[in-house]
């Protein structure tokens, strides 16, 4: 477990993750501290919508010192009504969309909330190709995305009873990589073949920059070879 901590109005506050996601970690602390300039985020009924994620923050009591702990909705279970310590799921999607956003080229991401609903193909969800096409939103607390099958014969043909609404938080169940999108703005369409992106394109049909999985797996081996260099430098100095 990491542990990130910082100062807010002399208050001590914690946020913890499964693995070591600095920047989205460092990010957040920020726009917290940020907010405590404006309003009490102390209070019991604060909440705070950044990006995808809600989080809110927990009083707790060690020996004689007290600390507030950074929690947000449990996406994997219910979001709506219980909370976790563990901010690693909001944090690593945090990072995906910003990914996704940055590589795209995108000035103006349109935010979308894990209670936002996506409209689903009850069809597509066990299929390995699919797309994601953003729409207007038809109303408050709709994303505006529907996740359908790739190149289906039937699409202006499907029966409400084959749709289903459900919470963007969803997509976590049956199609993660569609989390990364879920910032791009109204006309995107995403094509992905099991969990995995093959396409990205505008409203204008024009093709978009996105993070490949051949790409993240070169940056995560060069990572590791960086990091086990340093190490290796600071065996030879220690010796």
């Known amino acids: 477990m990491y542990i990130f901590e910082a ?30 300039k404006k309003t009490d985020i102390f209070n019991p009924t604060f909440a705070l919508n950044y990006g995808w994620a ?9 020996k004689n010192s007290s600390y507030y702990v950074v929690q947000t909705a449990d996406y994997r279970n219910n979001p709506m009504q219980l909370r976790s310590d563990d901010c690693t799921d909001a944090l690593v999607i945090q990072n995906m969309q910003v990914d996704t956003n940055t590589k795209a080229k995108v000035v103006k991401p349109e935010p979308t909330l894990f209670c936002d609903t996506v409209l689903v193909l009850k069809e597509a969800m066990n299929s390995p190709d699919v ?7 038809s109303k ?8 359908g099958l790739l ?4 699409e202006d043909k499907h ?23 879920l910032q791009m ?9 099991d969990n995995e992106m093959t396409a990205l394109v505008d409203k204008d049909d024009n093709p978009l920059e ?24 600071e065996g030879k100095a220690e010796g």
Request: charge should be positive; aromatic fraction near 10%.
């Open 7 to 36: 100062e807010m109005n002399n208050k001590k506050v914690k946020l913890y993750t499964n693995f070591p996601l600095k920047n989205a970690a460092g990010a957040l602390l920020k726009t917290l501290n940020a907010v405590s």
């Open 54 to 62: 809600r989080y809110f923050l927990s009083k707790r009591t060690d």
């Open 131 to 137: 797309y994601m096409n953003r729409t207007e939103p």
């Open 140 to 147: 408050n607390g709709d994303s505006g995305w529907y996740f």
């Open 151 to 154: 190149n289906d014969e039937n």
């Open 159 to 181: 029966e409400p009873d084959e749709m289903i609404a459900l919470p963007t938080s969803e997509l976590m169940k049956f199609r993660g990589e569609a989390l990364r999108v």
């Open 185 to 193: 703005p109204v006309g995107t369409l995403a094509v992905f073949h």
């Open 210 to 233: 996105f993070t490949t999985a051949d790409d993240r797996k070169r940056s995560i081996a060069a990572k590791a070879a960086a990091e086990a260099a340093a190490k290796a430098e």
